[in-house]
C-alpha cells in the first residue's frame, strides 16, 4: 500500500459496517479519506476515531439519491484535496419487498444501489482524467448480484440491484480501457456480512455465518495493493459454510409451505 500514501480515496456509505471499516483501513495504511454518508454523527465520531492516524480523514454529508448532492460532494474534494485516486462504492440498501411490492423501495434500492454509484463514478472519473491519475474504482456489489435468489421473494428486487452494478461495474472496466485510462475497476461481491442491513432480514440471520467488515476492508487493501499492470476486476467472499437453506426454509414458512 506504499503506493497509496497520501493519495486521496472516496468512500460512500462511510458512517458504518464495510465503509466505516474501509475508511479505518485506509486511513492506518496513510490515505487521506473522504467519507461520504447521511449520517453527520456517525462521520464526525469516525473522524475522531481517526485522528491522529497515519492518514487523515474527511466527511461530507451525502445523499446518494442526490445527483445535485452527489456531484456538490466531488467539487468539495476537488477544491479542498486536488485529487480522487480511489473511489470505493460501498452505499447500499436494501428493503423487505418483492417484485410486487411498494414502488417507492423499488426506487431507494435502484437509486442507492446502482445510480448513485454510477453518477458517483462518473463524477470520480472526470477528476481522474483532468488530473492524469493512475486511478482505482472499487464496487460493492454481492454475491446475490450473480446467484439470483429465486425462492427469496424479499431479495427479488435488491438482488436486481446488484445484478444491475455487477454489470455496470464490468462495463465501466470495459470502457475505461478501451479509452486507454490507467484506471482499474474492481467488484467486490461479498455474501452476508454482519452489518445494519442485515438486522431485519430474517430470523435465519440469527444462525448464518457471517463475514466481519474488516474481512471486506481487507479485500478492498488486497486489491488496490496489486501492481498498477493488474486489474483484479472481480472478487466474490463468502462465509465458510454459507447456504441459503435458512432463508428459504423460513421464506417457505411464511408462505405456510412445507419443504
Request: net charge negative.
Amino acid at each position: 500500500m506504499d503506493k497509496w500514501v497520501g493519495k486521496v480515496a472516496v468512500v460512500t456509505g462511510a458512517s458504518s459496517g464495510i465503509g466505516a471499516a474501509t475508511c479505518r483501513r485506509l486511513v492506518d495504511s496513510g490515505m487521506i479519506v473522504v467519507g461520504f454518508a447521511r449520517r453527520e454523527n456517525r462521520l464526525e465520531e469516525l473522524r475522531e476515531t481517526l485522528t491522529g492516524k497515519p492518514g487523515e480523514f474527511h466527511y461530507y454529508k451525502v445523499d446518494l439519491c442526490s445527483e445535485q448532492n452527489i456531484r456538490e460532494a466531488f467539487a468539495w474534494v476537488k477544491n479542498k484535496l486536488k485529487s480522487v485516486d480511489v473511489l470505493v462504492n460501498n452505499a447500499g440498501v436494501w428493503k423487505n419487498c418483492d417484485v410486487l411490492g411498494n414502488t417507492q423501495d423499488w426506487k431507494l434500492m435502484f437509486d442507492t444501489n446502482v445510480l448513485g454509484p454510477s453518477i458517483c463514478s462518473k463524477e470520480a472519473v472526470k477528476i481522474m482524467k483532468e488530473f492524469e491519475i493512475n486511478g482505482h474504482i472499487i464496487n460493492i456489489n454481492s454475491d446475490s448480484g450473480h446467484y439470483p435468489p429465486t425462492l427469496m421473494a424479499n431479495m427479488s428486487v435488491y438482488s436486481a440491484t446488484k445484478f444491475s452494478s455487477v454489470s455496470i461495474t464490468e462495463s465501466l472496466r470495459e470502457l475505461l480501457a478501451l479509452q486507454m485510462l490507467p484506471i482499474r475497476v474492481t467488484s467486490i461481491s461479498p455474501g452476508l456480512v454482519d452489518t445494519e442491513m442485515v438486522d431485519d432480514m430474517t430470523t435465519a440471520i440469527n444462525t448464518s455465518p457471517m463475514l466481519k467488515p474488516s474481512n471486506i476492508a481487507d479485500a478492498i487493501v488486497y486489491a488496490l495493493s496489486a501492481p498498477q499492470y493488474v486489474n483484479i476486476s472481480e472478487i466474490l467472499i463468502r462465509p465458510t459454510s454459507e447456504t441459503m437453506l435458512p432463508f428459504i426454509k423460513d421464506a417457505f414458512q411464511e408462505l405456510n409451505i412445507s419443504l
